[in-house]
């Protein structure tokens, strides 16, 4: 069974950065999952997470959401069975609970439709 668990999130500054990390267990094909990053604001239901970032399973094809387009940047690290979001020029807007999940379909990871998630780590930013 595929799990996988986040970190890296906390209490920041806006203009501020920080590295999210998802590492993934239970199975030893994580070179063959697509992976991507979610998150979902307060008040939000679980169905109106946000597509953050996604990256295909060999790391060269990557998808962003409008709003963090040239802050953010996700990349994956198969000898590691990790996955990272890197965010930069943080903004109050990007506050949430950001949360890792895991497909071996691309079009299902971005569709939010995939079984696998995390437990999600929170993100605040700070004006």
């Known amino acids: 069974q595929v799990q996988v668990e986040e970190s890296g999130g906390g209490l920041v500054q806006a203009g501020d950065s920080v590295m999210l990390s998802c590492v993934v267990s239970g199975r030893r094909t994580f070179d063959k999952y697509a992976m991507g990053w979610f998150r979902q604001v307060p008040g939000k239901e679980r169905e109106e997470r946000e597509c953050?970032?996604?990256?295909?399973?060999?790391?060269?094809?990557?998808y962003y959401t409008d709003s963090v387009k040239g802050r953010f940047t996700i990349s994956r690290d198969n000898a590691k069975n990790t996955v990272y979001l890197q965010m930069n020029n943080l903004k109050p807007e990007d506050t949430a609970v950001y949360y890792c999940t895991a497909d071996r379909d691309v079009s299902t990871v971005v569709t939010g439709a995939a079984i696998i998630w995390g437990q999600g780590t929170q993100v605040t930013v700070s004006s």
């Open positions: 953050v970032a996604t990256i295909n399973y060999s790391g060269d094809t990557t």
